[in-house]
């Protein structure tokens, strides 16, 4: 389970750059949820996602994972309790290494040591009916650069590395925002069902009103990093982006102006 308490974090404190990019977000994302995270540009989607990561520190406010204050520890200390896919294909896997090599490296995400020979080979199993499961042949390309690989196998490939190990959290940047509609729908497929399968935690920030509706079994609405909506359960079932919309009016008495929000 993941709290977040009363996140506070201001961007450029002191300068006239100064920007309150989290302004007392809470948050309780229970074991086994996929909860979808939608809001306009800058309501501070990615800067929450990066406070549970502890890619950036918040100023004020906790955040507990699975019964450990984590708000203080750097990025490389939660690690093992947090998985990550991030917007730009590129972002997640190293290109100069190898399929294998990307793979190994993330089972041993959180670890201090080496793989033994006989660790190896088991893991070499466990990679290759991974990589069949996604229907692509990358299960016989073990050995090529991540950076041959398309955006979209790429992607995939970074899914099956956030999921290769238990980890308390997956946090899903707008993964599939960079990809073709075509892509982006099987990476979508892909991530359901990853998610269901292995009953992962799960955070998915997206830009699409209509896609935050259709996976996942809650839906949260952020803006001027804040909460403003959060349905699940019976209250969500059948909303339609419109309802989305009239949520969001009457709890903020504005209007959504962000066109990529409805048109997603
Ligand atoms: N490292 C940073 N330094 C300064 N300001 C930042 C930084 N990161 C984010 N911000 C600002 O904080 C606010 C929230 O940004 P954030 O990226 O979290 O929003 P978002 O909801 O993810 O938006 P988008 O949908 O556009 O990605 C924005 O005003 C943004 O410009």
Known sequence: ??????LKLTFGKGTPLENPALRGMSLTVHQGEF???????????????NALAGEVMVDSGKIIVDNQDVTKLPTYKRAGSVARV????????CEG??????????????????????????????FKTSLASLNLGLENRLGDKMGLLSGGQRQ?????????TPSA????????AALDPKTAA??????????????????????????????????????QGQVVFD???????????????????KQRGLEITDDSLLLG
């Open 186 to 223: 099987f990476v979508l497929a892909l991530t359901t069902q990853i998610i269901k399968e292995q009953k992962l935690t799960a955070l998915m920030v997206t830009h699409s009103m209509k896609q935050a509706l259709e996976v996942g079994d809650r839906t949260v609405m952020l803006h």
């Open 35 to 49: 909860v979808t995270v939608i809001g306009s540009n800058g309501a501070g989607k990615s800067t929450f996602l």
């Open 156 to 164: 995939a490939v970074s899914l099956l590395m956030a999921s290769l």
């Open 1 to 6: 389970m993941i709290t977040a308490t009363d």
């Open 97 to 126: 290494l190898t399929i294998e090599e990307n793979l190994s490296l993330a089972i041993k995400r959180g670890q201090r040591r080496g793989l033994s020979a006989a660790v190896k080979a088991r893991y070499l199993d466990q």
């Open 86 to 93: 991030f917007q730009d294909p590129l972002a997640g896997t």
């Open 169 to 176: 959290i997956l946090l899903l940047d707008e993964h599939t």
């Open 231 to 249: 349905i699940a359960g019976k209250d969500r079932e059948g909303l339609e982006v419109k309802d989305l919309l009239e949520l969001f009016e």
